[in-house]
Nanobody, 114 residues
Framework: QVQPVESGGGSVQPGGSLRLSCAAS????????MNWYRQAPGKQREWVAG?????STSYPESVKGRFAISRDNANLYLQMNNLKPGDTAVYYC??????????WGQGTQVTVSS
């Protein structure tokens, strides 16, 4: 059973950086697609980064150029730079070993405030 576990959240000032990590049983290379999502209070969950097994990445315009998704054998990462108050949310890791099956972590809080 895959159970992703996120870490690395916290509070940061605008313009600051954070790196989130997501660990799960098994190596990251076994997953077909790996994603990060976020959910702000009162809003729907929003996709913020995706990484395919072959290495291709994708981002929505709202974070492109500021966020970077990567992985090693043990962890999925989300490097977040030039953070803005609008990035405040709970960030979730989503791992899919194959199409139609995915697993969610419990989330990690990111707060951007002066």
């Amino acid at each position: 059973q895959v159970q992703p576990v996120e870490s690395g959240g916290g509070s940061v000032q605008p313009g600051g950086s954070l790196r989130l990590s997501c660990a799960a049983s098994g190596t990251m290379s076994t997953f077909y697609i790996m994603n990060w999502y976020r959910q702000a209070p009162g809003k729907q969950r929003e996709w913020v980064a995706g990484l395919m097994r072959g290495g291709s990445t994708s981002y929505p315009e709202s974070v492109k150029g500021r966020f970077a998704i990567s992985r090693d054998n043990a962890n999925l990462y989300l490097q977040m730079n030039n953070l803005k108050p609008g990035d405040t949310a709970v960030y979730y890791c989503n791992l899919a070993p194959r199409l139609g099956v995915s697993y969610w972590g419990q989330g990690t809080q990111v707060t951007v405030s002066s």
